[in-house]
């Protein structure tokens, strides 16, 4: 299974950005899939989830501004970043599973892609 992220860039606070994740080597709709980030001296925390029937989950930290969703007939899943804080300043990696386990938690995503650096400037 292969996981690879497109988008992300350079954005001044407050403005938006997209990343997208597409899944190959496997069957997509089989999967829950999740965003992280890993920020420089900083563990690899959970930004967003989408579950295998569309339930949606997401980080306290950016509820309200990120939006999750996928596309299970291209096998893609989306993450679009709104009202960007530095804070959010972060190499963004897609996940998928095939685990069971709590949908937030990185050790039962067993499909990472390479990351996508996002900056968010001040």
């Known amino acids: 299974v292969q996981v690879v992220e497109s988008g992300g860039g350079l954005v001044q606070e407050g403005g938006s950005l997209g990343l997208s994740c597409t899944v190959s080597?496997?069957?997509?709709?089989?999967?829950?899939m999740a965003w992280f980030r890993q920020a420089p001296g900083k563990e690899r925390e959970f930004v967003a989830a989408?579950?295998?029937?569309?339930?949606?989950y997401y980080a306290d930290s950016v509820k309200g501004r990120f939006d999750i969703s996928r596309d299970n007939a291209k096998n893609k899943v989306y993450l679009q970043m709104n009202s960007l804080k530095p804070e959010d300043t972060a190499g963004y990696y897609c996940?998928?599973?095939?685990?069971?386990?709590?949908?937030?938690?990185?050790?039962?995503?067993?499909?990472w892609g390479q990351g996508a650096q996002v900056t968010v400037s001040s």
């Open positions: 996940a998928a599973s095939s685990l069971s386990g709590s949908i937030s938690d990185r050790n039962k995503y067993n499909y």
């Open positions: 080597g496997g069957t997509f709709s089989n999967y829950k």
């Open positions: 989408i579950s295998l029937y569309g339930s949606l």
